[in-house]
């Protein structure tokens, strides 16, 4: 004999699924997988769900983080043992902390493009004031040592540069081929120069090809001098051409706006690094190979290594920018900067302890193996820096 429990009037009224009409046990249905919420709600609620289900921007992004900055090697070591809920996934941490990093580096990074002194500008035949640019000011050279002087002076402009732009990764690169541009353009001028005194003939004061892309010391020309590789074939030349064109095209908007290389070549440097994580965690199960680990384990300590990266990436940027809201504030803003050199300081410390940590060597081998994997991959970096230049200077 059965007796049947009749419910409290008090109790709850049991939740059921819109869908199926199965009692609901969670925010998911069982039976049918449906959610509980739908997008008829208040706007507030679908951006907070959005944020935790894109970057989960919860309580586990504190416990992420304190680990992520200062314990080498510990979030990797808990997702290994299985403890993964409690902290924001590697792929999501990564994602986050790159774009954030490289954004606030756009931000705080920009190229002073206005004249500096009277050096930069001249009078033009009417009496009126004409600013010039490096070219420019190299065709108005008449003498060996002026040019030496202009050549100097935008060499140190480039120094002034990278030293701003030095924790930025690969933006090096691009002022390493502004440098051989100056050094190159003052060659040719001091040629002009010597030339003139030789056969009395006059200094040119125009240059037809400024601006333009050169291959094999001519300038680059569709029809005349176009860029032809043999095992690509006719339309895989005629597209590379294509990106030719488009490319020296974007080159005088350059010359008006360096930013707008700056700009475009750091925001595709999240996607190479992406890129180039599978490649790193090559090269770790390389390195690691009797260790029989899988993988997918290299995976998750190059993702976890590379967020560091960028978290103190970003950390950097953020103290470089409060030291010089700081300045004038008396010690303060040297107390900032000497925490900055320490956080640079401690990032290849950190990659080092967490090698150290994760794959338990001793210390001979741990450093060897440190010093191999970073030289590769510094290779790998530049590859993949210059391929992103390039890419940013056809697609500004």
Same mark, same amino acid.
């Given at each position: 004999?059965?007796?049947?429990?009749?419910?409290?009037?008090?109790?709850?009224?049991?939740?059921?699924?819109?869908?199926?009409?199965?009692?609901?046990?969670?925010?998911?249905?069982?039976?049918?997988?449906?959610?509980?919420?739908?997008?008829?709600?208040?706007?507030?609620?679908?951006?907070?769900?959005?944020?935790?289900?894109?970057?989960?921007?919860?309580?586990?992004?504190?416990?992420?983080?304190?680990?992520?900055?200062?314990?080498?090697?510990?979030?990797?070591?808990?997702?290994?043992?299985?403890?993964?809920?409690?902290?924001?996934?590697?792929?999501?941490?990564?994602?986050?902390?790159?774009?954030?990093?490289?954004?606030?580096?756009?931000?705080?990074?920009?190229?002073?493009?206005?004249?500096?002194?009277?050096? @930069?500008?001249?009078?033009?035949?009417?009496?009126?004031?004409?600013?010039?640019?490096?070219?420019?000011?190299?065709?108005?050279?008449?003498?060996?040592?002026?040019?030496?002087?202009?050549?100097?002076?935008?060499?140190? @402009?480039?120094?002034?540069?990278?030293?701003?732009?030095?924790?930025?990764?690969?933006?090096?690169?691009?002022?390493?081929?502004?440098?051989?541009?100056?050094?190159?353009?003052?060659?040719?001028?001091?040629?002009?120069?010597?030339?003139?005194?030789?056969?009395?003939?006059?200094?040119?004061?125009?240059?037809?090809?400024?601006?333009?892309?050169?291959?094999?010391?001519?300038?680059?020309?569709?029809?005349?001098?176009?860029?032809?590789?043999?095992?690509?074939?006719?339309?895989?030349?005629?597209?590379?051409?294509?990106?030719?064109?488009?490319?020296?095209?974007?080159?005088?908007?350059?010359?008006?706006?360096?930013?707008?290389?700056?700009?475009?070549?750091?925001?595709?440097?999240?996607?190479?690094?992406?890129?180039?994580?599978?490649?790193?965690?090559?090269?770790?199960?390389?390195?690691?190979?009797?260790?029989?680990?899988?993988?997918? @384990?290299?995976?998750?300590?190059?993702?976890?290594?590379?967020?560091?990266?960028?978290?103190?990436?970003?950390?950097?940027?953020?103290?470089?920018?409060?030291?010089?809201?700081?300045?004038?504030?008396?010690?303060?803003?040297?107390?900032?900067?000497?925490?900055?050199?320490?956080?640079?300081?401690?990032?290849?410390?950190?990659?080092?302890?967490?090698?150290?940590?994760?794959?338990?060597?001793?210390?001979?081998?741990?450093?060897?193996?440190?010093?191999?994997?970073?030289?590769?991959?510094?290779?790998?970096?530049?590859?993949?820096?210059?391929?992103?230049?390039?890419?940013?200077?056809?697609?500004?």
């Amino acid at each position: 004999m059965t007796t049947e429990t009749t419910p409290s009037p008090d109790a709850a009224p049991v939740r059921r699924c819109q869908n199926c009409g199965e009692a609901l046990l969670g925010e998911h249905c069982y039976a049918c997988g449906q959610p509980t919420k739908g997008l008829v709600r208040h706007f507030s609620s679908i951006i907070g769900d959005f944020m935790d289900s894109v970057f989960e921007l919860d309580s586990r992004i504190l416990r992420t983080l304190g680990p992520l900055l200062f314990r080498p090697g510990y979030l990797s070591d808990e997702y290994f043992a299985g403890r993964r809920v409690r902290y924001v996934s590697p792929v999501r941490l990564f994602v986050f902390l790159s774009l954030f990093a490289f954004f606030a580096a756009q931000l705080s990074f920009q190229i002073d493009n206005t004249p500096r002194d009277a050096a @930069e500008v001249r009078l033009g035949e009417d009496g009126g004031v004409v600013n010039e640019g490096f070219g420019e000011r190299m065709l108005a050279a008449r003498t060996v040592a002026e040019v030496e002087k202009i050549r100097d002076e935008a060499l140190a @402009e480039v120094r002034g540069a990278r030293e701003e732009s030095k924790r930025v990764p690969g933006v090096s690169i691009g002022l390493d081929i502004a440098e051989k541009a100056v050094a190159n353009e003052a060659e040719r001028r001091i040629e002009e120069i010597r030339e003139s005194e030789r056969t009395g003939q006059p200094l040119p004061v125009t240059r037809e090809d400024t601006g333009t892309i050169s291959f094999n010391g001519t300038p680059w020309d569709r029809e005349k001098n176009p860029l032809a590789i043999g095992w690509l074939g006719e339309s895989g030349n005629a597209r590379l051409n294509a990106y030719v064109d488009r490319a020296q095209g974007n080159i005088k908007r350059i010359q008006d706006d360096p930013n707008l290389l700056k700009d475009a070549f750091l925001s595709t440097v999240p996607t190479t690094l992406f890129v180039l994580l599978p490649l790193f965690a090559a090269l770790l199960k390389v390195a690691y190979a009797f260790k029989h680990r899988l993988y997918m @384990e290299h995976l998750i300590v190059a993702l976890h290594s590379h967020s560091f990266l960028c978290a103190g990436l970003l950390l950097v940027l953020l103290l470089d920018a409060m030291a010089g809201w700081a300045s004038g504030l008396g010690w303060l803003p040297a107390s900032i900067r000497t925490a900055e050199v320490a956080l640079v300081c401690w990032m290849p410390v950190y990659l080092l302890l967490m090698q150290k940590r994760i794959y338990r060597q001793g210390w001979l081998m741990t450093l060897l193996k440190y010093t191999l994997l970073g030289t590769c991959y510094l290779v790998l970096l530049s590859f993949g820096a210059t391929a992103s230049l390039l890419a940013s200077l056809v697609n500004l």
